[in-house]
């Protein structure tokens, strides 16, 4: 019995560094895992960066929206013009052109639209995914993004405003006239 007792002691000793051994490793790649998760920023994805996405899509179909009914109305009054022998035809001609034209709106909004939904997937994807596993952003706001915001404003490359621009239209051309 001492030496059945001796041989299953020497058959589980080898084990236990063993076992200590992969839950430390598993510790150790949990930690990693946590770690790259933080630096994913995933709160700030969720909370900034995607939101403001499907805000500026919008904006895009909205505005290639707006853009393409001008147009057409403009072109439509340019058809309903007095018959004239030499006018007509040729604006009648860039008339078609421009109507052809104008069907980029419909397709440009059908993958924006999509794009969109892809980011609303994936910012509730990961929005669940921070959730579980607790996930909280690395300290203040990303460098490289704090370094691209300033940059952008000192080149005042900060593009059309939401809603409209900051800055009135009027304004604008007062400046250049």
Do not use: W
Not at 53 to 81: D, P, Q
Not at 83 to 88: A, F, G, H, L, Q
Not at 116 to 121: D, P, S, T
């Amino acid at each position: 019995m001492a030496l059945a007792n001796r041989a299953r002691k020497a058959n589980t000793a080898p084990e236990k560094p063993s076992l200590v051994r992969e839950l430390v490793e598993i510790a150790d790649y949990i930690a990693h895992l946590r770690t790259e998760i933080a630096a994913l920023r995933a709160n700030e994805l969720t909370r900034d960066r995607l939101p403001m996405a499907h805000e500026e899509l919008g904006c895009v179909v909205a505005a290639t929206a707006g853009a393409t009914n001008s147009i057409m109305n403009a072109a439509e009054e340019i058809l309903g013009l007095p018959d004239d022998k030499n006018y007509r035809p040729a604006v009648e001609a860039r008339m078609n052109d421009i109507f052809e034209a104008c069907t980029f709106q419909d397709i440009t909004g059908q993958r924006i639209t999509k794009v969109v939904e892809a980011l609303r997937q994936l910012e509730s994807r990961l929005s669940r995914f921070a959730s579980a596993v607790k996930a909280r952003d690395e300290g203040g706001i990303d460098p490289e993004e704090v370094e691209r915001r300033v940059r952008s404003e000192l080149l005042i490359l900060n593009g059309p405003q939401i809603n409209g621009p900051a800055t009135a239209q009027d304004a604008i051309d007062a400046m250049f006239a």
